[in-house]
């Protein structure tokens, strides 16, 4: 079956750019998705096909995929992204989930 | 806009079967663009994909699940459901619906707490 790695945590500055990553076999030959879970909340879609931002989501969250690894990038990174993030892929109509990347702002 | 909203018994004894209804609001089951599927997230851990379903009767589920699950939709009441038999306390999760865009699911439900416990 197949599966999306993500770093347990990663850590940043406010004000500075945070990446996060995800892992997966030709991961760049699928679209990849981001998405945002604060305590308490539901997950919210933040990036689609790999690069696109939904409507209310702020410029500073992009995404690119290639090879074997997406990535989520958040520029000037405030304390209100403090959160985990879970990217999502599709494969043979069967969705993945990574298992999520804790992000401390501090 | 879309709105989901679970609904459903929020403590299952184990061995019995986990049933949940996901509402729909200001879309239709019937649109040929989406499935409508579901996710879950066991106590301080990640998001798991349970299944998807389609108002044609198509369903897909996760391999580990698929023995257990049931995907079905009444777009007639504009609700889709969820049956997971025989659970476990590792059923014990947030259970969230939401649309299905099969790269994505771009609204959610507000997610159903549901334990399995005795």
């Known amino acids: 079956s197949y599966e999306l790695t993500q770093p347990p945590s990663v850590s940043v500055s406010p004000g500075q750019t945070a990446s996060i990553t995800c892992s997966g076999d030709?991961?760049?030959?699928?679209?990849a998705c981001w998405y945002q879970q604060k305590p308490g909340q539901s997950p919210v879609l933040v990036i689609y096909q790999d690069t696109k931002r939904p409507s209310g989501i702020p410029e500073r969250f992009s995404g690119s995929n290639s090879g074997n690894t997406a990535t989520l990038t958040i520029s000037g990174t405030q304390t209100m992204d403090e959160a985990d993030y879970y990217c999502q892929a599709w494969d043979s109509s069967t969705r993945v989930f990574g298992g999520g990347t804790k992000l401390t702002v501090l | 806009q879309l709105q989901l909203q679970e609904s459903g018994p929020g403590l299952v004894k184990p061995s019995e079967t986990l049933s949940l209804t996901c509402t729909v609001s200001g879309g239709s089951l019937s649109n040929s663009l989406y499935f409508w599927g579901w996710i879950r997230q066991p106590p301080g851990k990640g998001l798991e994909w349970i299944g998807s379903g389609y108002y044609s009767g198509s369903t897909y589920y996760n391999p580990s699940l698929k023995s257990r699950v049931t995907i079905s939709l009444d777009t007639s009441k504009n609700q889709f459901s969820l049956k997971l038999s025989s659970v476990t306390a590792a059923d014990t999760a947030v259970y969230y619906c939401?649309?299905?865009?099969?790269?994505?699911?771009?609204?959610w439900g507000q997610g159903t707490l549901v334990t399995v416990s005795s």
């Open positions: 939401a649309r299905d865009q099969e790269e994505n699911f771009d609204y």
């Open positions: 030709k991961l760049g030959d699928r679209y």
